[in-house]
């Protein structure tokens, strides 16, 4: 797994991606929202806010209270996302210090956590994905040798069915798939600053996540022909268990990383998500409309997929979001979405203010994995088969 030899920001997939593409030296291509509907005065004045909140409440060492490199990620992720970059940007500054407490903290083995070993490759997955966006947006050199070595991780820990288990290591059956769109995303994100990758890691993926789709109506089993006639989602787990609108946004965001661009599983959970954002984001409310983990994938599922639900949904999502600010005459409140979810205090508002900035700043596309098209060698590659 190494640096492709021509331009930062060459996208190559080894025998599978062949789309290059090369800028100057160190910089990172900038795009601004397509549509005056995506950003609105409201919605950047929010990530404004969100972004000052981030950098008031940083620690000296880069983190927010909290060793836990995932979510220390969160929040170098929302200053990327927003054109605050190592070395530009008016928090510049900050988004250095959380980036190098992750380097600092990758261990010999290139895993990217630190806390418990049941967080291994949730953490070492998220880690990476923002690594990897670093590495395009800045050529640091520093981050190349230790996004190697968590490619190389992530490939040597892969399970049998294609999946992966929190603890870093091989297993028969890969736990759930949230994990599996963590390590989609670092895959993606490598292969987006000019990583290589091999094929056969992501063809094995693309039928784990596959295999967690549940129709309605008939058995997980049974023929595509069959399955397509019912309505259905991805699940957390395979043959149906733990339903819900993070797991279907979570499975789109894996095929959408992985190029699968028509399979038919994509607008059966589109129709989920749609649905849950329509109830969820009805009148205004103090509260957010989703906890943060499932606002991370959501954002995601719906700009990637992109057409009509991102035009129909992101908006809603939006304004919920800005709606559900803190406003408060005390810095260390002012600005922040307040935790929602299974983590707490600063570390919890950490997150899931991290995630709402994501989400504001998406128009902007100023990180590489929002600002390519579809990568048409890959997809052709698997309709051949």
Not at 110 to 122: H, K, P, S, T, V
Not at 300 to 324: F, M, N, S, T
Request: charged fraction near 20%.
């Amino acid at each position: 797994m190494k640096r492709a030899a021509h331009g930062c920001l060459t996208l190559c997939l080894t025998a599978v991606l062949a789309l290059a593409g090369s800028l100057p030296e160190g910089q990172a291509p900038v795009a601004k929202a397509e549509s005056e509907w995506e950003i609105t005065p409201q919605s950047e004045e929010a990530l404004q806010r969100g972004i000052e909140w981030l950098t008031r409440n940083q620690g000296p060492e880069g983190n927010w209270t909290s060793n836990d490199l995932g979510l220390v990620s969160m929040g170098a992720l929302a200053y990327l996302s927003a054109g605050h970059s190592p070395g530009r940007g008016r928090h510049g500054e900050a988004a250095a210090r959380a980036i190098d407490y992750v380097t600092r903290n990758t261990k010999p083995s290139g895993l990217l956590n630190i806390a418990d070993e049941r967080r291994g490759m949730y953490n070492h997955g998220l880690s990476a994905f923002v690594l990897g966006q670093a590495y395009g947006m800045s050529n640091d050199e520093r981050i190349g040798p230790l996004m190697d070595r968590a490619l190389k991780l992530i490939a040597q820990t892969q399970c049998d069915d294609g999946g992966w288990d929190y603890v870093a290591k091989p297993q028969q059956r890969g736990h759930d798939l949230s994990l599996a769109v963590m390590q989609a995303k670092a895959l993606r994100s490598a292969v987006d600053s000019g990583l290589e990758v091999p094929p056969e890691v992501i063809e094995l993926a693309i039928r784990s996540v596959r295999e967690h789709y549940t129709p309605n109506g008939c058995s997980h089993t049974a023929d595509e022909a069959e399955q397509q006639r019912h309505p259905g989602q991805f699940t957390y787990t395979k043959g149906g268990g733990g339903p819900s609108v993070a797991m279907a946004a979570a499975g789109v965001v894996c095929l959408q990383e992985f190029a699968q661009y028509d399979d038919w599983r994509i607008e059966k959970n589109m129709e989920v998500i749609g649905k849950e954002i329509r109830e969820k984001t009805r009148g205004r409310s103090s509260n957010a409309p989703f906890d943060a983990y499932t606002l991370y994938y959501l954002g995601q599922a719906l700009y990637q997929v992109g057409g009509k639900h991102w035009r129909e949904h992101y908006p809603p999502l939006r304004d919920a979001l800005i709606a559900c600010q803190v406003q408060s005459d005390d810095p260390s409140e002012d600005g922040k979405w307040r935790a929602h979810g299974r983590v707490g205090g600063k570390p919890g508002d950490l997150y899931m203010t991290g995630a709402a900035c994501f989400i504001l700043a998406m128009p902007n596309r100023y990180l590489p994995i929002l600002q390519e098209g579809k990568i048409d060698s890959l997809q052709q590659r698997f309709q051949q088969k």
